[in-house]
């Protein structure tokens, strides 16, 4: 345990991905989202997703780390009806799982680089393994300004199913106060909030995502899903007992949608927030914007 603490304890202050004082090894979570209907059909439309993360930092000789995680994602959703022409899927699913496995090199106590390779699998399942692989990377300069003070520049590459995307992102933790705290990796996600206690955290959480499957169901073989969400939410985390931590959120999807594509229909570039070359032609129907819950539990070990 010792060791692991050590290993914790190096890893976060180049890292930076979390509290200062703690370190998520597991976390799984729950969302549900209450999906509005479709312009040709009326009834109740929901999202329901599972989530699960492990975080594995091995401490090199020279102080750098070998880092590696995996996350799994799961989302259901209900009557994805299509254009009349196609039939619809009803109970369609889709699930992800991410490796994200790298070097993290540090030059001194205050500058490292992040080299990770982030391959994925995203697929319904029924889709040709081969098909449904994609290739990814981060790349990350990390300057430590102060104890209260990190940030970080680099870009997110992923070869999407639609396309290569390209995210350039900066990464900022700041306790702007003793209380007051700002943390994330624009424009993926951040965090505001006050954090009076150990024990207990709330403020505004934002994400957005944007994911890409392939899938095979009957009369869908040469087709993807464009998955593309933007949540805004309030949020309070507590401590339960021990290393066990909970958070909820209360929130609204601002955009929430699943574009049905052929297989050869893609975009030039995809950037956050813009398609460069995108003439793509449609198969289903829109999304409205829509209210979520979300649960989480933490497994979370101090480093203090």
């Known amino acids: 345990m010792k060791n692991l603490i050590a290993t914790i304890l190096i890893l976060c202050s180049s890292v930076s991905i979390f509290a200062q004082n703690r370190f998520d090894i597991f976390s799984m979570s729950g969302n549900y989202n209450f999906m509005q209907t479709t312009a040709i059909n009326n009834s109740e439309n929901y999202e329901t997703a599972f989530m699960s993360n ?53 030059f001194n106590s205050k500058q490292s680089l992040q080299i990770l390779f982030a391959p994925r699998y995203m697929s319904d399942f029924n889709a040709s393994f081969s098909k449904s692989l994609q290739l990814g990377g981060i790349l990350m300069y990390e300057k430590v300004k102060s104890e209260n003070y990190t940030w970080r520049v680099g870009v997110l590459y992923n070869q999407e199913f639609f396309g290569t995307y390209i995210v350039p992102v900066f990464y900022l933790d700041w306790n702007v106060t003793s209380k007051l705290k700002i943390k994330g990796l624009l424009p993926v996600y951040a965090k505001i909030y006050m954090q009076p206690s150990e024990n207990f955290s709330a403020g505004l959480h934002f994400i957005g995502l944007t994911t890409s499957y392939r899938i095979n169901e009957t009369d869908f073989e040469d087709f993807y899903i464009d998955r593309r969400s933007i949540d805004v939410s309030l949020f309070s985390n507590i401590h339960l007992w021990d290393n066990i931590f909970f958070e909820g959120r209360v929130g609204y999807s601002l955009s929430r949608d699943y574009g049905l594509f052929a297989e050869n229909d893609k975009i030039n570039l995809g950037i956050p927030l813009v398609n460069i070359g995108d003439d793509r032609i449609r198969a289903n129907n829109e999304f409205k914007s829509s209210p979520f819950i979300h649960v989480k539990l933490i497994y979370s070990l101090p480093i203090d």
């Open 54 to 106: 492990l975080s594995i930092p091995i401490v090199l000789k020279d102080s750098s780390i070998w880092y590696t995680s995996i996350d799994y994602q799961y989302f259901a959703m209900n009557n994805e009806y299509l254009s009349t022409d196609i039939h619809p899927i009803e109970n369609f699913n889709v699930h992800g799982i991410i490796l994200r496995t790298g070097y993290i090199h540090k």
